[in-house]
């Protein structure tokens, strides 16, 4: 019987821990199937370019991936337009799209699940061209997350520093214009959610409308940010019904604001922008889930 191919792509640096004991399990696990597990390590040096030489290489059943939402991201980059389901080993310092999809658990609990469960077809959004697949936003979260990268101090006491050091020096909302198909807003707001899901890696339900195959994505946006909420935003308390956000739920949108803004997809931070272009990408990415 010919063995199947399977990739493990690995990231070695995500989430601050060695991966060792990922790649000794996934060896185990594989050990006595008719598997040929085929590792590669990301370097941050042409890894979408490998990976697709890897895909055509290989032509794998399932490529399993450990790492947070960014390497997660790379794998749909490269093969977004393939015939493959993607499995996660939540290993990163954003693992987003595991709390989404339940995948929080043991090792041998995530390699049984992607190896060998069924998978969910969930949506893409692209963003300016870029994809996202769990949650993005502009305004306040983008610039924390900005400054938390720069920052020496990690951990969730490191975040909550630089949250109120980004609260106190970004005081000033910006005006936005939003427009969909049906609608048309304009309002003043802190923070706009692009959201494919409904949780942050936190827990919190950010947005409560959110599914992932529904072949929409949510514009959340809270036009009014407490210290207090954005406290809520972190510790995953924030409450699902508030007079100061509003929820749109769309296909696409265009997103105009009147000076450039920060904005982060999936966990990264991107720059400042004053118009976002959002719609949903034609294909599906295949997960596997428990």
Known sequence: ?????????V?????????ADYVRAAKNFVSNKEINLVLYK???I??????RELY?????????IAGGDGTIKLVADAVATKDVILGILPAGSANGLAVELDLLKTIEENLEIAFHHDYLEIDMVVINGRKSLHLSDIGLNAELIKNYKKSKNHGKWGYFVQALKTFVKTPKPFRVTIETSSTRIETEARMIVI???QKYGTGVVINPLGTLNDGKFELVVLKKISLGVLSKIIIGNLPLVHKDIQI????????KTNFPVGFQIDGEYIGRENELSVSIYSEKMKVAVP
């Open 56 to 64: 055509s290489g290989f032509k794998p059943e399932r490529i399993i």
């Open 11 to 19: 990231n070695p640096v995500s989430g601050g821990l060695g991966k």
């Open 46 to 51: 042409d890894d979408l370019e490998k990976i």
């Open 1 to 9: 019987m010919m063995k199947k191919n399977i990739l493990l792509i």
């Open 42 to 44: 990301t370097t941050g």
């Open 195 to 197: 959201a494919n899901a």
């Open 248 to 255: 749109i739920s769309t296909n696409a949108a265009t997103i």
